[in-house]
């Protein structure tokens, strides 16, 4: 593009049927990269490649159930919105996405707990994304760091309210069910006797027609005879039984959901256009504060996690020995104590329970944090936090980061 015309953009030539094509392809891909180039010139707007790109990238998303590494660079477009909400025609599950690259893309904060939150991600590549919107302090880092580890409690407490709100529907409907069928035998019990009732006194006031003469004798003296009874009247039959009433539907479980802990393990975000610019000194601060405030966000979490277990431990000594290893239930409705299943949450827990599984009796560790690991342990450390921008040959990359890691996966080009 060497100068500012966007005839072919105007007249339609967009590519959302590539992505389109791209979810219907026989085999899903597991790996995906869709770079747009920015162009040289820099005094004019970005050109429109996507038309509708909520859309086309959600279908493609959610149809790429082996989808596990994504690098898509739009520049300025917001991508959050498709990549968090599943497409009508899609698969209802979500991809086992654990690399994203969103460079260049429109992220906010936000954008980065929805994105923490939807997808099991252990590297996040966010360099020239606008990121942050105000200064960069270190206020902002720890509170950045908060946020990323305090989605996994937003997350349960929402699909909590889902699962609930989904119960307690299911359980109207039953109720309505059970009273519709008692009333309606007795309605049409009564209808019944009305109708019969209605026929009688029909044919008991039935009289002939024809002119009556004034001087017609209103009394008989010929002898009584036995009337012959009609033959128009109905046949009384004697009602059916009354039906024993339904049984009332099981109160719904109150709902408990572990929240999840944190899978992120690199995070790469550069502060200004021209990446690796950052100096050493605002580097260091800055991945301070995002580690105090990581392990604040976890010390929450786990308190969080630790009043989710005393209720289990509750129930547990109540029911104890008496239900099956697949939950912990008790009381009329009971509770149930769900916790997100790793991988690709295949084999259990369909509908309103996709993704969840029981917590089962004899897990009462996964609550609490073990008695000698400190907030770095357990498989929840400070993420790597890499400042250098996505050119690999500046100095400042931390070993390990979400660069190189896109660089082994392969993700140099794009479609």
């Known amino acids: 593009v060497n100068k500012a015309t966007y005839y072919q953009f105007h007249k339609g030539s967009y590519f959302d049927s590539t992505l389109v094509a791209l979810a219907a392809w026989p085999t899903p891909p597991a790996h995906l990269s869709i770079v747009q180039d920015t162009p040289a010139p820099s005094r004019f707007a970005q050109p429109i490649v996507f038309f509708r790109l909520d859309t086309s990238l959600s279908l493609l998303i959610h149809t790429s159930i082996s989808l596990t590494t994504l690098r898509i660079h739009i520049p300025a477009r917001p991508i959050t919105r498709a990549l968090t909400s599943t497409h009508a025609h899609a698969h209802s599950r979500v991809p086992p996405l654990v690399f994203l690259d969103a460079s260049t893309c429109s992220i906010s904060e936000p954008d980065v707990e929805a994105l923490v939150m939807r997808y099991p991600l252990r590297h996040l590549v966010l360099d020239c ?161 995002f580690a105090r405030g990581w392990r604040e966000g976890m010390r929450v979490l786990w308190d969080a996690r630790a009043r989710v277990g005393a209720s289990f431990a509750r129930v547990r000594g109540r029911v104890s020995g008496s239900v099956s290893q697949k939950g912990a239930r008790g009381g009329s409705g009971g509770e149930r104590f769900l916790v997100f299943r790793e991988g690709k949450g295949e084999g259990e827990g369909e509908g309103v329970y996709e993704g969840l599984r029981d917590v089962c009796l004899d897990e009462e560790g996964i609550f609490v944090r073990g008695e000698l690991e400190d907030e770095d342990k357990e498989g929840t450390p400070v993420p790597v936090l890499c400042l250098a921008g996505p050119d690999l040959g500046v100095d400042g990359h931390e070993p390990g980061c979400g660069h190189f890691v896109g660089r082994e996966a392969g993700l140099e080009g794009g479609i």
């Not at 760091?145 to 409907?173: D, F, H, N, P, S």
């Open 129 to 289: 994304v606008g990121l942050p919107k105000g200064p960069a302090d270190a206020e902002w880092w720890a509170a950045l760091g908060r946020r990323i580890v305090l989605a996994g409690v937003k997350k349960a407490r929402e699909r909590e309210r889902g699962v609930r709100v989904m119960c307690e529907e299911e359980y109207r409907v039953r109720v309505r069910c059970a009273a519709g069928g008692g009333a309606g035998a007795g309605a049409g019990e009564d209808e019944g006797a009305r109708a019969r009732a209605e026929g009688e006194r029909t044919n008991e006031r039935r009289v002939k027609r024809g002119r009556r003469g004034l001087a017609s004798a209103t009394i008989t003296l010929r002898g009584a005879r036995s009337p012959s009874p009609p033959s128009s009247l109905p046949t009384h039959t004697p009602p059916p039984p009354p039906s024993s009433p339904p049984t009332p539907p099981t109160l719904p479980p109150k709902i408990h959901i572990l929240p999840p802990l944190p899978t992120l393990q690199t995070l790469c975000l550069s502060l200004s256009p021209a990446p690796g610019h950052t100096t050493n000194a605002a580097a260091k601060e800055a991945k301070a504060a």
